[in-house]
């Protein structure tokens, strides 16, 4: 039986593989993209809303299970540290203010977390307002993010634009200690190199089956960030990591004495994701003269010409700080548990989630290739 938090782990894998690519460094946040394109399906109508439905939901018409997910998410607990987790969530609509929006559409938005509706000039000064939208998902991001429009991305057949922004910033339960960092050879596709390593020897959720070893690191508020470590290369496990053994995995762990040693992250990518999207499935919402968004608007030209996003992940002894952001733009034409500790030696490429502990949903799906 299909559940939202089953499709969320499975749209965040796919998400994952189809903006990665093959043998390089990549970040992307399921949490922001998910909440950009529910924005979207919301605003849309027909084929372009089944096609985002099918991508999110796996066909399930109720997307707000999906924002019910996704604001559940933006709640973190147990804050036990005197460093207090933060996390900042902003759902946008920026809007021509000639652009009639349909009073439903409105309505949904405000079901989504950090919801507004702004005004910016489009189409009299499209620069203005790309950077109005800018300097407010840089404010959201605490300016890890500054420009994730660059110029020319916003024109005068510009009208809208659906804009999630996500900054988080978590301290370790268990911080490493910054004097056991070290320069340590990581095993690179492109041969060894020196990163700086961190270790640390805690109790920590451990499993190691099926040609992995995953770890899991707590963070307060419920965040976690687990390492999924290949016993072979990455390249060649990495596209048999289904949904199924990925759930497999998670409800593997279970708390051991671990030896880790695992590299400082710091990893900034930007992504157009069109070509993602359309690989993966999600086509009508880009056509124009279909009349796609007829949720959001009565004017029928109105289509997603683009779909930008942006992550930022950084890994220290202190704990984790990311940042994402998801522009959709519209425009009109004219295991078993060891005796011993466990060593964990985290020199080769991996896998890095960011999760949600209670939901399970994820704020970053991270590949780090070359840290």
């Known amino acids: 039986m299909t559940t939202p938090e089953r499709e969320h782990l499975r749209f965040s894998l796919a998400v994952h593989r189809a903006v990665a690519g093959g043998g390089r460094d990549s970040v992307v946040s399921p949490y922001s993209i998910a909440s950009a394109l529910g924005l979207a399906t919301q605003a849309a109508g027909g084929p372009a809303a089944d096609e985002l439905l099918q991508l999110l939901t796996g066909g399930d018409p109720d997307i707000a299970k999906q924002a019910d997910l996704l604001r559940a998410a933006a709640i973190l607990h147990n804050r036990t540290r005197q460093e207090d987790p933060l996390l900042a969530v902003a759902n946008t609509l920026w809007v021509w203010d000639r652009l009639p929006v349909h009073d439903g559409f409105r309505t949904d938005l405000a079901g989504w977390p950090g919801a507004a509706t702004r005004t910016a000039p489009f189409v009299a000064d499209p620069d203005a307002a790309r950077r109005a939208i800018n300097a407010d998902v840089a404010e959201t991001t605490r300016n890890l993010i500054p420009e994730l429009l660059p110029p020319g991305s916003v024109d005068a057949d510009t009208v809208a634009s659906l804009v999630n922004a996500l900054y988080l910033k978590v301290a370790w339960q268990h911080p490493f200690r910054a004097a056991n960092t070290r320069d340590e050879q990581f095993h690179s596709p492109g041969g060894p190199r020196r990163v700086r390593m961190m270790r640390q020897s805690e109790r920590l959720g451990y499993a190691h089956r099926d040609g992995w070893q995953v770890v899991e690191l707590p963070g307060a508020g419920g965040v976690t960030a687990t390492v999924l470590l290949p016993d072979g290369d990455l390249a060649d496990q990495e596209p048999d990591l289904g949904p199924d053994q990925l759930t497999t995995l998670l409800a593997a762990l279970r708390p051991v004495q671990v030896d880790l040693r695992l590299p400082k992250i710091d990893l900034n990518r930007p992504a157009d994701l069109t070509g993602a999207l359309r690989q993966l499935g999600v086509r009508t919402l880009f056509a124009a003269g279909s009349a796609p968004l007829s949720r959001l608007t009565a004017d029928p030209r109105a289509h997603v010409s683009a779909v930008q996003h942006q992550s930022v992940l950084r890994l220290d002894e202190q704990g984790l700080e990311g940042a994402a952001a998801t522009a959709v733009m519209i425009r009109t034409l004219s295991l078993v548990k060891?005796?011993?500790?466990?060593?964990?030696?985290?020199?080769?490429?991996?896998?890095?989630?960011?999760?949600?502990?209670?939901?399970?949903?994820?704020?970053?799906?991270?590949?780090?290739?070359?840290?």
């Open 338 to 371: 060891p005796a011993d500790p466990v060593e964990v030696r985290v020199d080769r490429p991996f896998l890095l989630l960011v999760r949600h502990a209670a939901t399970g949903v994820f704020y970053f799906f991270t590949r780090v290739v070359e840290p």
